[in-house]
């Protein structure tokens, strides 16, 4: 379910750990194609925002390290109900544009004369994907793996510049998280991250582990000090492993069906 | 010709002690604060965000959006607080000094909001706050084609004078205005984007204001550069 979530952005390490600043020539010659948040100006290739460098072969490029988030077409978001309007709802999604999800792209039947929000009210948060980024607005849907409605637990909203330090390569740092907490955490590629654990120490400690690596993403082995803050700073939280969790939940599951065979 | 010596004896040329910091508004999505000696300006961007009221959207483009305000124990005189009709004036010429670099085509329908606040005022407020304004736009990832610096330089009886005080702007030589404020803003490409003038000058004089306050703008743009360049370095 979260993988589906993590694959869609990699963490990146930077061959040229330099900071770029707007005017700030990053090449020169026409050996280089310039990418996101670079312009060609003449032989030169300038940086257009503030961010690192980022060379891929001929490709250079800026990793943004501010900024807010700006909607792509199959990003997996977290966002607030706003509005109930007669065929959807209006997702606040942190974004400078309002985002649009129609009854027609929800899982399962949802009839129109129905009270919608008895399926999602204001204030819930959802996961949804993104389908389309039109000059009208954004347009989502919850046709996939992992789309839902969220229940319990706590969000907050971090950097989304930061999410793919967040999740690591391949869910590395994410999972770290999730094993050490014993949390469930979604996170959107809009930076907002949802958590829920056994107790509200659970999450709290996962929600300080996400902050740290917000605030030092650029110190070189922090999947270490992610690890060392985790296991210092867990004052005798008991944590399930989720795996184990898993097994609890595969027992519970063939105990009732043994139960009702008899 | 009776003005030859500064009233805080800096040469002509010579600019006040420069400050520059960014990141000091945590709510806000980039800020930056600027100071030239006793000018103290923060600026605050947020956005791009949906633009109220609706009918200021533009399909095309996004809006830039400043807005300049003294707060009232900035001068001696307490200031009444609230836009005025200088400030609104100053927000204009704020937002078509910056709104050159910024690259609103990427962001149709939604607006930047870009909030200067001057904290202590003493001359060149209009510079300080877009030297401040340039530097949170790039702080808040805002995509530009460069930084913009401002400065104002002076003409007193003759002598180009960078950077000037409000002494020196209210400098009176028998009873007569005598001083000449001139605040501009330079592109990186070296056009300008402000060019207010409050007094007489002539013609050359001018072209020679203009030369200093370029040469002037060219050791701002790198103080603007480094700050933001060093505050990934702090973590």
């Known amino acids: 379910m979260e993988k589906d979530i993590e694959s869609e952005t990699e963490y990146v390490e930077t061959k040229r750990k330099e900071i770029a600043v707007p005017g700030d020539i990053i090449a020169s010659g026409t050996n280089f194609l310039p990418g996101e948040g670079t312009k060609r100006e003449g032989n030169d290739v300038i940086a257009t925002r503030f961010g690192l460098v980022y060379e891929e072969g001929r490709l250079i490029r ?40 129609p009854i027609s792209e929800c899982r399962g039947f949802i009839n129109k004369r129905d009270d919608l929000s008895s399926y999602f009210d204001f204030g819930d948060m959802i996961v949804a994907k993104i389908i389309g980024v039109k000059s009208r607005g954004i347009d989502l849907t919850m046709r996939d793996r992992g789309l839902r409605k969220l229940q319990g637990g706590i969000t907050i909203y971090v950097n989304p510049n930061k999410v793919p330090r967040i999740i690591g390569k391949k869910g590395s740092m994410i999972n770290i998280i999730k094993d050490n907490t014993g949390c469930d955490i979604t996170v959107g590629q809009n930076g907002i991250i949802w958590i829920r654990g056994d107790t509200v120490n659970h999450e709290l400690l996962a929600k300080e582990a996400i902050n740290l690596i917000v605030g030092r993403s650029f110190v070189d082995g922090l999947t270490e000090k992610v690890e060392e803050f985790l296991s210092k700073n867990n004052k005798g939280l008991k944590i399930i492993k989720r795996e184990e969790r898993f097994e609890e939940k595969e027992e519970k599951f063939e105990e009732r069906e043994e139960r009702a065979e008899r | 010709m009776t003005y030859t010596k500064r009233f805080d004896g ?169 001083a000449t404020d001139t605040p501009m803003a330079f592109l990186p490409d070296g056009r300008i984007s402000l060019l207010q003038l409050d007094g007489k000058t002539s013609p050359e004089m001018l072209k020679k204001a203009i030369e200093a306050g370029r040469k002037a703008c060219v050791k701002i743009t790198d103080i603007q550069k480094k700050t933001l360049k060093s505050l990934e370095a702090e973590k």
């Open chain 1, 62 to 101: 800026i990793i943004p390290l501010s900024g807010v988030y700006i909607p792509r077409r199959g990003n997996i978001v977290i966002g607030e109900v706003v509005d109930i309007l007669f065929n959807g709802w209006q997702i606040d999604i942190k974004s400078p544009y309002m985002s649009f999800l």
């Open chain 2, 10 to 178: 800096r040469a002509f040329d010579e600019m006040r002690k420069i400050e520059a910091k960014v990141g000091v508004v945590p709510n806000a999505d980039g800020s930056a604060f600027f100071s030239f000696g006793d000018t103290k300006a923060i600026a605050a961007v947020y956005g791009p965000r949906t633009l109220h009221p609706q009918h200021l959207k533009n399909p095309q483009k996004g809006v830039l959006r400043c807005y300049y305000d003294m707060i009232s124990f900035s001068v001696t005189e307490r200031k009444k607080p609230g836009p005025s009709r200088r400030s609104s004036e100053i927000s204009f010429v704020t937002s078509q000094a910056l709104s050159e670099v910024v690259q609103l085509n990427n962001f149709p329908n939604s607006v930047i909001d870009v909030f200067i606040t001057i904290i202590q005022a003493d001359a060149s407020t209009r510079c300080a706050g877009i030297n401040a304004a340039s530097m949170a736009l790039a702080h808040a990832g805002i995509p530009m084609t460069g930084l913009v610096s401002a400065v104002s330089v002076g003409n007193i009886g003759g002598n180009i004078t960078v950077d000037m005080i409000k002494e020196e702007e209210d400098y009176e030589e028998d009873g007569e205005k005598y």
